[in-house]
């Protein structure tokens, strides 16, 4: 088909360090060329953007949570089994944050 030749050239410039980050990713992919390799990431990965203040009032959130939680677990031995699965709701809760904002400081350095 004539509107799959690609005709527009796309150059930018990266240092040594750099260039070897993207030399082993490119290796690691199963892209036949780099160009492939830049068009797969350029086209298909997402760019993501964070808010640090949002992250952090999650997290307080998160930990204002936990404590309301424990807290009815001394006071009430009633629903225990339901209080119990609240605690591992927000434990659970409490891990994906964690791992979001871990996986965050990585892509920022």
Do not use: G, P
């Amino acid at each position: 088909m004539k509107d799959d030749k690609r005709e527009i050239l796309y150059r930018f410039r990266a240092n040594k360090a750099e260039s070897s980050m993207i030399e082993a990713r490119y290796i690691q992919s199963s892209c036949s060329s780099i160009s492939e390799f830049f068009r797969q990431i350029v086209i298909n990965d997402m760019i993501v953007q964070s808010s640090e203040e949002e992250l952090k009032n999650l997290n307080l959130l998160l930990k204002s949570i936990a404590q309301s939680v424990d807290k009815l677990s001394e006071e009430s031995c009633t629903h225990s089994a339901k209080i119990q699965e609240v605690k591992r709701e927000v434990d659970a809760a409490w891990q994906q944050l964690q791992s979001i904002q871990f996986t965050l400081r990585k892509l920022k350095h």
